[in-house]
C-alpha cells in the first residue's frame, strides 16, 4: 500500500515540477518596476500570499493530477461524441421570423449616405463600411430578395449558441426562402 502511495505522489510530483519548471516565468525587473509604479509597495501578507501559491499549486497539482486527468480526457471524449449535436443550428443572426419589409439597393444605398462636415466618413453608403457593403451587394444574384431584419437582444446565435447583448439590425439576401448573405449595420 505504501509503494502505491509512494508512486502515486512521485508521478504527482513529476507532474507539478515538470510544469512549475517548463511554464512559469519569473517576472522581471521591468515587469516588477512597473507592477510597483502602478500599485506602490505591497503590504507583508499580500507577498506572504504570493510567496505561497506556487507551492500550494504544486501541492495541489501533486495531490489531485488524477482528477485533472480524467476532466481533461471525458472533456476530449464528450466532444468527440457529441461533435455531431454541435453543429450550427442557424448561422446568421438574421432569423426568417425577424425579417421586415423587402427593400432595393438604391433605396437602402439612398438612406444610408452620411454627410460628414469633417471628412471623417467618408460620403459613400455606409460610410467605413462600404467594402463591406460592396462584398454583400455582390452576392445578390437576379432571384435573391433583400429585406431589412431586426434581432432581439438575447437571441442565441453562433456556434456555441452565445446570445446577443444588443439588438441587431441589418439586411439579409433571400434566395429559394433561405437566408443566404446578411449584413450587420447596427447594434444598441
Given amino acids: 500500500m505504501m509503494l502505491y502511495l509512494q508512486i502515486y505522489i512521485g508521478i504527482g510530483l513529476v507532474i507539478s515540477v515538470g510544469l512549475y519548471i517548463f511554464q512559469y516565468e519569473r517576472p ?12 506602490g509597495e505591497k503590504s507583508w501578507h499580500y507577498r506572504l500570499r504570493e510567496k505561497l501559491v506556487i507551492p500550494g499549486a504544486i501541492l495541489l497539482i501533486t495531490v489531485c493530477w488524477p482528477i485533472a486527468i480524467y476532466m481533461a480526457v471525458k472533456d476530449l471524449i464528450d466532444k468527440k461524441m457529441n461533435k455531431d449535436e454541435e453543429e450550427i443550428e442557424y448561422p446568421f443572426i438574421a432569423r426568417p421570423q425577424y425579417l421586415l419589409e423587402e427593400c432595393n439597393i438604391g433605396q437602402i444605398e439612398a438612406e444610408n449616405i452620411f454627410s460628414d462636415p469633417l471628412n471623417g466618413v467618408p460620403s459613400l453608403p455606409f460610410g467605413h463600411m462600404n467594402k463591406a457593403w460592396i462584398e454583400f451587394v455582390n452576392q445578390l444574384s437576379p432571384d435573391g430578395k433583400v429585406h431589412r431584419f431586426k434581432t432581439p437582444k438575447d437571441t442565441p446565435f453562433g ?10 439590425e ?19
Fill in 28 to 39: 522581471s525587473q521591468f515587469a516588477k518596476d512597473i507592477n510597483k509604479a502602478i500599485y
Fill in 159 to 168: 456556434e456555441y449558441g452565445e446570445l446577443l447583448e444588443d439588438a441587431v
Fill in 170 to 188: 441589418g439586411y439579409a439576401i433571400i434566395r429559394n426562402g433561405q437566408i443566404v448573405c446578411e449584413f450587420i449595420n447596427e447594434s444598441y
